[in-house]
Structures are given as C-alpha cells and as structure tokens.
C-alpha cells in the first residue's frame, strides 16, 4: 500500500466532512438501517484514517477524528476506535473538535467497561466544550456526564446534566435531543429506585414515565425503530412499578412485536415480561414460574440481561411480596 501523502489525507477529511449521522447523539449504532454510501466509504478507509491524522495539521487531525470516529461506533471495533483517537488527543489543541473527538472517547471506554477512563474523558470533554461554547460540543459532553452519572448511581448529577444536555440541544436538528432525553428519562428511573418515601418514588416514577412516553414519540419520528423497542421496554417496566398492569402489558406486547422472538434471549425477555405482568396483576405462582423460565434461560445463553435492575427488582419483589 503506497503511503499516505497530502491529497489522499486532505481527501479523507472532506469524506468525513460529508458524514451527516442519523442519530449522532446516540450511544448505539449512529445511522439508520441502511447504511448510506458515505458511511461505507468511512468504514472501508477507517484502516488509513490514522496515517492521515499524521500527515494533516493538528487542528485538521482533530476535526477529522471529531467527525469521524463514529465510524468504529458502525463497526462495533471500540478498541480500534480508541487507538485511532489516543495519539490524536494527545496532540490536539483545545477547540470544539477536540471536545467532540473527548465524546468519542469516553463512548468507546463506556462501551469497553472501562468506566473510570470514561468518567475523565467526559470531564474533560465537558471543561473543552465550556470554553468553546459550542452548542453539539456542550450538549454531547453534557450528555458524557449524564450516562457517568446513571452507571454511577448517582441520579442527582445525571438529572443535572441530562437537562443541560437537553438545554443545549434544542439549538440542534432534532435527533441531537435523543440522547439527552432518554438519559433525563433513565435519571428519573434512577431517582425513584433509590428514593426513600413512597411519596417521593411516585413522583419520580410519575416523570421517569412522561419523560420515557415524550422519547417513545420522539424516536417515532426519527424512525430509530430500536430505540422504540428500548422504550416501550422502559416504559413497560416504570408502569409496572406503577402499578398498571395493563400500560405495562401494552407496552411489552409491542416491544415484543418489533423483535422476531425466536432467539434464546428474546424468549428469556418475553418471560421476564409475562412475569413481571403476573406479578403486577397478583399472580405470583405464574410471575415466579416465568421468572424462573427467564433466568435459567439468560444464563443459559451465557449473555448477560441488559434488564438487570428490572431483575433485581423483580426477584427482591417476588421474594418480599409487594
């Protein structure tokens, strides 16, 4: 392979300055199903995208790691992804690129496990985007905090800047708000699992719900169908908290008609659905019989549940009576 020169780096960054993401807020894939031509170009020249930050400025260097690194995001390869940033930031002069390129960062480090890097790597996105001022890098690094927050248990912080990311946001097309609402909404859900009145968890679970209902309808509209099903999967969960057996059964029967229900992990979640509704509605031997159903099946798939505090609300429930 002939090396990098000038032009072909140059050239590079104008692909990345043509990336218009579908849902560049989001933590998970960052177009929509059918991935556009552009988004196939980035992919197959993410393998050169490193020589090319070597040739270019540093101030281009970074623009093109900010623009491009949702790239690996598509591809699924976060380690790559934060060895293409690592000697990019090292470099980069503060600026509104840098920023954003510190949101990718701490992306992949959260999707790595890595939560500790990613803590700082928000902190640091967070203090670049102040001094920018930039509206996309205030509220993605807002946003950074917010997810910390949530993984930390902390929901004060979270709702503190969920709301400044959802702030910032509204001076951005619509599918930057995505993000921020549904960690606004995941905050609130934090709030009322910790809440210490019974008052007080009514209330929390009462906004955790209009907030996850306003995100039902905005991922509607932007047609992201995947995250339609992780919040009538939220919203099946808070009503049943509530109370609600049937909201909860609506919600649930329809997350459900948006998956093909035929492997090992979507039958585990059908059960803990099914469970969770018996539960509600008084039926404790049958909730128990499809909780059991639907623990023994996730273990078995060897995959962890991505319900894990609906688990362990579910199984201290059944265990305590409610």
């Known amino acids: 392979m002939p090396p990098m020169t000038a032009e072909g780096a140059l050239a590079l960054l104008d692909l990345a300055r043509q990336a218009r993401w579908t849902f560049p ?3 998970g894939r960052p177009v929509a199903r059918e991935t556009p031509p552009w988004a196939e170009a980035l992919l197959a020249a993410r393998g050169r995208m490193a020589e090319a930050a070597q040739v270019l400025a540093r101030c281009d260097a970074v623009e093109l790691a900010a623009r491009a690194w949702r790239t690996w995001i598509l591809a699924r390869d976060f380690d790559a992804g934060r060895e293409f940033l690592r000697p990019i930031l090292a470099a980069a002069p503060l600026s509104k690129w840098r920023a954003l390129a510190l949101y990718g960062d701490a992306l992949f480090a959260f999707w790595q496990g890595a939560h500790a890097e990613a803590r700082a790597r928000c902190e640091a996105a967070l203090a670049d ?3 920018s001022g930039d509206p996309e890098a205030l509220a993605l690094a807002h946003l950074a905090v917010a997810r910390a927050a949530v993984t930390d248990g902390d929901a004060s912080l979270a709702t503190t800047h969920a709301r400044e990311s959802r702030r910032h946001a509204v001076a951005l097309p619509e599918p930057f708000r995505q ?5 606004h909404a995941q905050a609130r859900l934090l709030a009322a699992q910790h809440a210490e009145t019974p008052s007080a968890q009514a209330a929390d ?10 995100s039902l309808d905005l991922n509607r509209r932007i047609g992201d169908t995947g995250m339609v099903a992780v919040e009538l999967h939220n919203l099946g969960f808070v009503q049943a908290r509530r ?6 059964e609506r919600h649930f029967e329809e997350c459900a008609r948006l998956g093909d229900n035929t ?3 979507s039958r585990a979640f059908l059960a803990l659905y099914r469970a969770t509704v018996a539960f509600v509605r008084g039926d404790r031997d049958r909730a128990r019989t499809s909780f059991d159903f639907s ?5 078995e798939s060897g995959q962890n549940p991505a319900a894990e505090a609906e688990f362990a609300w579910l199984r201290e429930s059944l265990a305590e009576g409610w």
């Open 129 to 131: 985007a102040q001094t």
């Open 179 to 183: 993000a921020p609402l549904h960690m």
């Open 263 to 265: 492997d090992s992990v």
């Open 243 to 248: 109370g609600d057996a049937d909201a909860a």
């Open 295 to 299: 623990e023994a099946t996730f273990r």
């Open 205 to 214: 679970l009462n906004e955790a719900a209009a907030l996850f209902t306003e």
């Open 25 to 27: 807020s989001s933590s």
